[in-house]
C-alpha cells in the first residue's frame, strides 16, 4: 500500500519544489486519521501529486524528479505530477497596495 505521508515529504523535500497544493478547489487531497495531507491522492491505481515548482526549475524535471523521490513509497503505482503553479522569486512578485483609507464615519451621538 502506498504511504500518503511519505510521498508527500519526499515530495516536498525535492530541491525544485516548493509546496504542495490542493488543486483549485481544494479538492486534491488525502483524509487520514485525524489529518489531510494536501496535494497527494491515489486515483484509479496512480498517486497523482499536485505541486508548486520554483522558479526557473524546467517543468520535465521537476516532475522526473519528483517520480524518482516518491517512487519507493508509491507501492509500485505509477506517479502522476501536476504543476499547478510556480513560485516567482520575491524581485517577480506583485507587491500589494495598501487598501484606500476609508472615509471616516460620522460619529452619531
Known amino acids: 500500500m502506498a504511504d500518503v505521508e511519505a510521498i508527500a515529504a519526499a515530495a516536498l523535500g525535492c530541491p525544485l519544489i516548493a509546496d504542495l497544493t490542493g488543486g483549485r478547489f481544494g479538492e486534491v487531497a488525502t483524509y487520514g486519521p485525524g489529518r489531510r495531507i494536501l496535494g ?10 499536485h505541486v508548486v515548482a520554483k522558479w526557473g526549475a524546467p517543468l520535465p524535471e521537476v516532475a522526473e524528479v519528483v517520480r524518482a523521490a516518491v517512487a519507493p ?3 509500485g503505482l505509477p506517479v502522476s505530477v501536476f504543476v499547478d503553479d510556480i513560485q516567482l522569486p520575491d524581485e517577480l ?3 500589494s497596495e495598501p487598501p484606500p483609507a476609508l472615509p471616516e464615519a460620522p ?3
Open 40 to 49: 497527494v491522492r491515489i486515483v484509479d491505481e496512480v498517486v497523482e501529486l
Open 107 to 109: 460619529v452619531v451621538i
Open 73 to 75: 513509497h508509491a507501492a
Open 93 to 95: 512578485r506583485p507587491q
